[in-house]
């Protein structure tokens, strides 16, 4: 199963209100330090909407220069994260919708899908590695194929980042809906596999 | 038999079990490596020096109240503009010199036409007068025409030095011009 983040709410931390309080001042090193702790989590974000690293970065970029813009909108200091997550997702879906973005991205699947799984169990023997090469493959394909609202949450969710709240919330979807969608995303995914041959024998 | 059967079928499903499981892990692990990142130590630093000057919150407010205030104003302007006068010079006081130029010209001043100022009387609704038809009977009888003074011509030396000179009275027909002439109307 996917690992989501820890389920607590957000605890107050002192040093995220000091620097967003500095930021608002238009100290850049605060932001800077801001954008670091999360870059990670918020490029992980773009790169599930935009499947692209490069477009992934450039929309962590654009979100960093909106979220520095709006900074005075932010109303919890300690919903920084919640808040700059949402922005760089919904810079990636404009990056994702815009037509620049579709021709760059047809003209570089074929790399993008030969990009090598390192999926290989540690005692696998060669025939192991050549079949989970095999099924990565399938399985990147497969994930590739699903509609966007089933692959949205289900690659949010495999990010590790962020728990179900914070996918909904990054979403616009109830809650609910987010788990059904991540379920059915698994079992289509499961049934595509089965068809390919890679699936449960029953 | 039968527990040799059952024996089977659990390693069947321990097998159909660990191989779902693999699945599972093999999907998690293919997925999560679909948004894994590599590390870029110095996005941070782009993304930093890329930062535009901040601005307040408010600037984008500035033309909009520029503009209300603009037209404020002049609103302001216009509304008030009929009401301002120049101010009124002081009017001379009653003191000696005043006083006297004053009625000095008053004085010299012809008297002006008496304007009234009381309000007219509300005048009576007239009756409505028929016009009067023509009574061509009793009309006036034409009138002969007046005899022409004739007085014959006469240079000055005729005239006489001593008498006075008498003109003919003048001969009238009858003439209808008193009131018992006219008939009395219907």
Redesign the interface.
């Given at each position: 199963?996917?690992?989501l983040a820890a389920a607590d709410e957000p605890r107050a931390d002192p040093e995220v209100v000091h620097l967003v309080a500095l930021a608002r001042t238009?100290d850049?090193?605060a932001?800077?330090e801001l954008?670091?702790r999360h870059?990670?989590a918020a490029?992980?974000v773009a790169?599930?909407a935009v499947?692209q690293?490069s477009d992934?970065?450039e929309a962590?970029?654009e979100a960093?220069?909106a979220a520095?813009?709006?900074?005075?909108?932010l109303h919890d200091a300690n919903a920084f994260r919640g808040w700059f997550l949402r922005i760089v997702w919904r810079k990636a879906i404009d990056r994702r919708r815009s037509v620049r973005s579709w021709f760059d991205r047809f003209s570089s699947s074929t790399a993008d899908d030969q990009r090598p799984?390192?999926?290989v169990a540690a005692e696998a023997t060669p025939d192991q590695i050549l079949i989970?090469r095999e099924?990565?493959a399938a399985?990147?394909q497969v994930?590739r194929s699903l509609p966007r609202k089933l692959r949205d949450p289900?690659?949010?969710a495999?990010?590790?980042d962020h728990r179900y709240e914070d996918i909904a919330a990054m979403l616009g979807a109830p809650l609910g809906t987010v788990k059904w969608r991540i379920a059915e995303a698994?079992r289509v995914?499961?049934m595509k596999?089965d068809h390919m041959g890679?699936?449960?024998?029953? | 038999m039968n527990s040799t059967h059952d024996l089977s079928a659990d390693l069947s499903a321990e097998a159909r079990r660990a191989k779902v499981d693999r699945l599972d892990t093999a999907i998690d692990h293919v997925a999560s490596r679909m948004v894994a990142v590599a590390d870029d130590g110095e996005m941070t630093l782009r993304i930093v020096s890329a930062l535009p000057e901040r601005t307040s919150r408010l600037r984008w407010l500035i033309p909009q109240l520029a503009a209300i205030g603009a037209i404020a104003i002049a609103a302001l302007f216009w509304t008030t503009r009929s009401n301002t006068r120049p101010a009124l010079a002081a009017l001379p006081t009653l003191d000696g010199p005043n006083m006297v130029g004053l009625a000095n010209a008053v004085a010299a001043s012809e008297p002006g036409t008496a304007l009234r100022t009381m309000p007219l009387e509300r005048l009576e609704r007239l009756e409505r007068l028929e016009p009067l038809e023509g009574d061509h009977e009793r009309a006036l009888s034409p009138m002969e025409a007046v005899a022409a003074l004739l007085v014959p011509s006469m240079s000055p030396v005729e005239i006489p030095a001593t008498e006075l000179l008498t003109i003919a009275p003048i001969a009238v027909s009858d003439l209808p011009m008193t009131a018992e002439s006219f008939s009395q109307q219907k």
């Open positions: 199963m996917l690992t238009g850049r090193a932001f800077g954008i670091e870059l990670t490029r992980r790169l599930a499947g690293p992934a970065d962590v970029q960093s220069v520095w813009r709006r900074l005075d909108g799984m390192e999926f989970s099924l990565a399985i990147a994930v289900f690659l949010l495999a990010s590790g698994r995914i499961r596999l890679h699936g449960d024998p029953r | -």
